[in-house]
């Protein structure tokens, strides 16, 4: 198994054994749930709220070691499987420390989560656009649109600027540090506006090819 598996794998297991550590110290309700301004919007009970993230964390390591196995692309997915794992880990990195800002705040430790969030999303993002970047056309992993899983030139061409744009994304989220109070703002509006353009994007580009072949 690679060293970037058995690093995923290790973080994991280690929320795990933190969820049994602090277990007993933890109060019966736990605030679980943030709002956009970073107050407290959601409790759950002691046990739901130490073990969920590890459990939401492994499910989704393990769905994402077996979507590859069955994309009938998979031969593409050989082609980044590196980049894409490197991504996988930084998933789970980004679960673990959602799960430790939340078992420091059930122990009594005050911060504003929206600037605490922002250096982890901004980390996140731009890796997901070095995964972009470099991603072959398959039908899990990227962006996936009825015009680039139709076309390895419309998959590249969105896929080369959906890279550039996460990359800025991440950029912009970093700004959250210090502007927490609209740190939410900083990572849900771009995402969305780039959602939405890279959609349109990719039908344009088909279009593009539809007319050079006619």
């Known amino acids: 198994m690679k060293k970037i598996n058995l690093a995923t794998l290790a973080l994991i297991v280690l929320a795990f054994v933190l969820g049994f550590y602090f277990y007993p110290k933890l109060p019966e309700m736990i605030a679980s749930h943030w709002g956009i301004n970073g107050e407290v919007n959601g409790y759950s009970s002691k046990l739901l709220g130490s073990f969920l993230m590890p459990v939401i964390s492994l499910a989704l390591y393990l769905l994402f070691l077996f979507l590859p196995k069955i994309d009938p692309l998979k031969e593409n997915i050989k082609k980044f499987r590196s980049y894409f794992e490197t991504f996988i880990f930084l998933i789970i990195l980004f679960l673990?420390?959602?799960?430790?800002?939340?078992?420091?705040?059930?122990?009594?430790?005050?911060?504003?989560?929206?600037?605490?969030?922002?250096?982890?999303?901004?980390?996140?993002?731009?890796?997901?656009?070095?995964?972009?970047?470099?991603?072959?056309?398959?039908?899990?992993?990227?962006?996936?649109?009825?015009?680039?899983?139709?076309?390895?030139?419309?998959?590249?061409?969105?896929?080369?600027?959906?890279g550039k744009l996460f990359k800025a994304i991440a950029l912009i989220s970093l700004l959250g540090i210090f502007f927490p109070q609209i740190a939410f703002y900083l990572v849900l509006a771009p995402v969305l506006a780039m959602t939405v353009y890279l959609f349109v994007f990719s039908y344009q580009e088909y279009k593009k090819i539809e007319k050079s072949q006619n």
């Open 96 to 162: 673990f420390y959602l799960y430790l800002l939340s078992i420091f705040w059930n122990l009594g430790y005050r911060f504003n989560f929206g600037s605490m969030l922002s250096p982890a999303f901004a980390l996140l993002f731009y890796s997901a656009g070095v995964l972009i970047g470099k991603a072959k056309r398959n039908w899990f992993i990227g962006i996936r649109t009825p015009w680039t899983l139709s076309s390895d030139r419309v998959w590249n061409r969105t896929h080369e600027l959906g």
